[in-house]
Nanobody, 128 residues
Framework: QVQLMEAGGGSVQAGGSLNLSCVVSPSIASIKKNCMGWFRQTPGKEREGVAGITTVSGGTYYFGSVKGRFTISRDIAKNTLYLQMNSLKPEDTALYYC???????????????????WGQGTQVTVSS
């Protein structure tokens, strides 16, 4: 059974950076559908896609206001997905989730309904 464990959240001031990580058990290679992604959610709002990556080709997709500020990457050998977040803004404050198990052609839309596996989330708080 695939398990995802996020880490790296915290509190930063606007303009700061955080690097989220998501360790995949047993391995990224064990997941047959090779789109992974990061989502975020704030109270009272739907979960929204932030960034996606196809684990085989490394193709990346970004959504909304994070373009140019966030970078998604993966390390197959370490079975870890990353989200480097720079120039953080208060509106980036949210609970961030790692997700896996969507088909590669679904990565360009990052619909949460297409993902089979989810982590517990890590909180990111950005103060002004």
């Amino acid at each position: 059974q695939v398990q995802l464990m996020e880490a790296g959240g915290g509190s930063v001031q606007a303009g700061g950076s955080l690097n989220l990580s998501c360790v995949v058990s047993p391995s990224i290679a064990s997941i047959k559908k090779n789109c992974m992604g990061w989502f975020r959610q704030t109270p009272g709002k739907e979960r929204e896609g932030v960034a996606g990556i196809t684990t085989v080709s490394g193709g990346t997709y970004y959504f909304g206001s994070v373009k140019g500020r966030f970078t998604i990457s993966r390390d197959i050998a370490k079975n870890t997905l990353y989200l480097q977040m720079n120039s953080l803004k208060p509106e980036d404050t949210a609970l961030y989730y790692c997700a896996a198990g969507a088909f590669s052609w679904e990565c360009g839309r990052l619909n949460q309904a297409n993902f089979d596996n989810w982590g517990q989330g890590t909180q990111v708080t950005v103060s002004s």
